[in-house]
């Protein structure tokens, strides 16, 4: 039995310290800290290697010259799931070691059942430390995919256990739903603890690495949105996938945070169905709102998430303020970001917002980071401040400077051809995105700016 020892860890962020502190170091949290006992990990041959094998079997690893390596693309595994598909970075790497997060009945357990069941000739077992076996049928039966032969269930919360089923099984593929539901037997602590989750998904990413079985963890989040557990948890996977959109919504969000596979900017939008979630192939039909009749503070911007374009809906309202100090709301735009475009107005255009109460919206549900956003943000408060409607068939890219100059963007060429796909007539473009674009093989009106004086006389005279 090896000997056990007493250690601290912060439950915000997972610093380990020798003895107990009131303020953790690395988050600046206060009494977080909790007393765990910890246990070292024997010697003993894991769960899933095979006894039978002489312990000399395993290669030893020596430092080779970087020339001689020879690299061979992975054999990523494609789902059914074209999002899912590229949120990965193009399909399922073996041994790769994948964490979900999201928030409680987001959709985390119904997304990755939905990939157990739907991979065909794939062999899944399902791990479930939350649910029981009729809860899953059940989901399974609402699913409409209850039939497949080689999906396995199994509740189980020891990490022993759970290893010799998968030697029994043999899956190609295996979820893990929850990690905070786990717990090992070389770790003393309660499940769900820093050391128990990080003791686990230990233990997970050996086995992954050594048989080469990719596995997919869900994980809880805090208050704050981050993955509960310690942030070292992050940094053991190769993939952290984000589950994101509110629960009063249909549309949710998949967000790759990091990728050793692929890129840690690509994005998978789903629609939440009474039979499941269904991939939205064309997620800017669903951004933009359809009216009837044109009104004023709408702007239609097109950005970049990732590599995807899309064509989003920017809403804004400018009234006079009841009170002395007025309003700075926005959701899904950056506070900051929103007041230094106002402070840009109101500096260099004389546009006196100052007494007035701002609200921007970005429908949808998305959150925006991309600058090239700028344009249209500035756009719809202005529409809004003057009640004048913006043109329905004209998109905004564009940054905007300190001085009130249009900066350009990236990529303005699949921003043209996305507004262009969906049978927008005009786009207004930053002038300095014009060299080298040649604007006759686009059937878009091409707008270039220098200033947001020439936008403001394009749309307001």
Same mark, same amino acid.
């Given at each position: ?30 009494n ?14 894991p ?5 039978s094998a002489?312990s000399?079997?395993?290669?030893s690893?020596? &430092? ?7 690299? @061979? ?7 059914p ?30 997304l ?11 062999k899944?077992l399902?791990?479930?430390g939350?649910?029981?076996?009729? @809860? ?35 899956? /190609?593929?295996?979820?893990?739903d ?6 090992s037997?070389q ?6 603890s820093?050391?128990?989750?990080r ?6 990413l050996?086995?992954?690495?050594e ?7 869900v ?21 952290v ?8 919504h ?32 064309n ?7 359809q ?9 239609? &911007?097109?950005?970049?998430e990732?590599?995807r ?22 959701t899904?735009?950056d506070t ?14 004389g546009?006196?917002?100052s007494a007035? /109460?701002v ?11 991309d ?8 756009a ?5 401040q003057q ?7 004209v ?21 043209i051809?996305?507004?262009?796909k969906?049978?927008f ?8 995105n ?7 093989k ?7 700016l220098?200033t ?5 006389s394009?749309?307001?005279?």
């Amino acid at each position: 039995m090896a000997k056990a020892k007493s250690t601290y860890f912060c439950q915000q962020c997972g610093y380990e310290s020798a003895k107990w502190l009131g303020q953790c170091p690395s988050c600046k949290q206060w009494n977080t800290f909790v007393e765990e006992v910890v246990e070292k990990a024997s010697s003993k041959v894991p769960e899933w290697r095979s006894t039978s094998a002489p312990s000399t079997s395993r290669r030893s690893n020596k &430092a080779a010259i970087i020339n001689e390596i020879v690299y @061979q693309d992975e054999q990523r595994l494609a789902t059914p799931d074209t999002e899912f598909n590229r949120v990965l970075g193009g399909g399922i790497v073996p041994g790769s070691l994948v964490l979900i997060g999201g928030e409680p009945g987001i959709g985390k357990s119904t997304l990755m059942l939905q990939l157990a069941l739907g991979i065909p000739k794939v062999k899944t077992l399902y791990i479930s430390g939350e649910e029981s076996e009729r @809860q899953i049928k059940m989901r399974a039966e609402r699913l409409s995919q209850s039939s497949k032969a080689n999906c396995y269930i199994l509740t189980e919360t020891s990490t022993q256990q759970i290893f010799k089923q998968i030697e029994t099984v043999q899956p /190609d593929i295996v979820v893990i739903d929850s990690i905070q539901t786990l717990h090992s037997s070389q770790i003393e602590s309660a499940p769900g603890s820093v050391s128990q989750v990080r003791e686990c998904t230990a233990e997970l990413l050996r086995f992954a690495k050594e048989t080469s079985t990719p596995v997919f963890i869900v994980g809880h989040i805090t208050k704050d949105g981050s993955i509960a557990g310690p942030k070292v948890l992050e940094h053991m996977v190769d993939t952290v996938l984000q589950f994101e959109g509110d629960r009063n919504h249909v549309y949710r969000i998949l967000r790759a945070v990091k990728n050793r596979f692929g890129s840690s900017s690509e994005l998978g939008i789903y629609e939440m169905q009474g039979s499941g979630l269904r991939e939205v192939s064309n997620p800017s039909e669903i951004m933009i709102s359809q009216r009837d009749e044109p009104v004023s503070g709408v702007a239609i &911007a097109a950005m970049l998430e990732g590599v995807r374009p899309l064509m989003i809906e920017v809403q804004a309202l400018v009234s006079n303020s009841a009170f002395g100090t007025p309003q700075r709301t926005s959701t899904g735009f950056d506070t900051k970001r929103l007041s230094m475009l106002l402070a840009v107005l109101e500096k260099r255009f004389g546009f006196r917002l100052s007494a007035q /109460d701002v609200f921007l919206n970005i429908a949808g549900g998305l959150r925006v980071e991309d600058p090239a956003i700028d344009l249209a943000v500035i756009a719809a408060l202005i529409s809004s401040q003057q009640d004048i409607p913006l043109p329905s068939q004209v998109t905004f890219a564009g940054e905007v400077g300190l001085s009130g100059e249009i900066r350009a963007v990236n990529r303005i060429e699949q921003r043209i051809t996305e507004a262009e796909k969906l049978g927008f007539e005009g786009i207004f473009i930053s002038k300095y995105n014009t060299k080298g674009l040649d604007a006759k093989k686009y059937d878009i009106a091409i707008r270039p700016l220098a200033t947001l004086e020439n936008l403001f006389s394009a749309l307001f005279g």
